[in-house]
């Protein structure tokens, strides 16, 4: 459904800029020293969430850690506020549908969301490669 349905649920629209010294930190946290590199991480990470109240935290994915069940690198941050990092579990779905989310989080799994962001990456691509 993701990208197919604009009435259907969204994926917040909300992002943040990592400074330079959460980026670092965020490479530091690799669980295999080398595995990343500083290209891995997402420095302007986009809310990967439902679209949720404004007093809920934000959170966007900044680096997947290496090996299996590391989960990954998430920045939380609250509208205005600066971000700071976590290393969360990865969500391992419902059975049917699949998540790139965290374990636990708000909402619906990131499969069930429409993503604005996602639909326009998407018809650029199309209109790319099939003009």
């Known amino acids: 459904m993701t990208g197919l349905d604009p ?7 909300g992002g943040v800029r990592l400074p330079a010294g959460l980026v670092a930190a965020a490479l530091a946290m690799e669980t295999v020293p080398g ?7 997402e420095e302007t990470p986009a809310c990967l969430i439902q679209e949720h109240a404004p007093d809920t935290p934000h959170y966007g994915l900044v680096l997947d ?5 590391s989960g990954a690198v998430w920045a939380v941050w609250s509208p205005g506020g600066a971000p700071h990092l976590v290393v969360l579990p ?7 549908q699949s998540c790139s ?31």
């Not at 595995?35 to 991480?41: G, P």
């Not at 990865?90 to 049917?96: L, R, S």
């Open 7 to 13: 009435g259907g649920a969204r994926v917040c629209d």
């Open 35 to 41: 595995a990343a590199c500083l290209a891995d991480v």
């Open 101 to 131: 989310g965290f374990a636990a989080h708000p909402g619906l799994h990131t499969s069930a969301l429409w993503d604005l962001r996602q639909a326009h990456a998407r018809a650029v691509f199309a209109a790319a490669t099939h003009p």
């Open 65 to 69: 850690l290496d090996g299996i069940l």
């Open 90 to 96: 990865d969500c391992p779905g419902d059975g049917e």
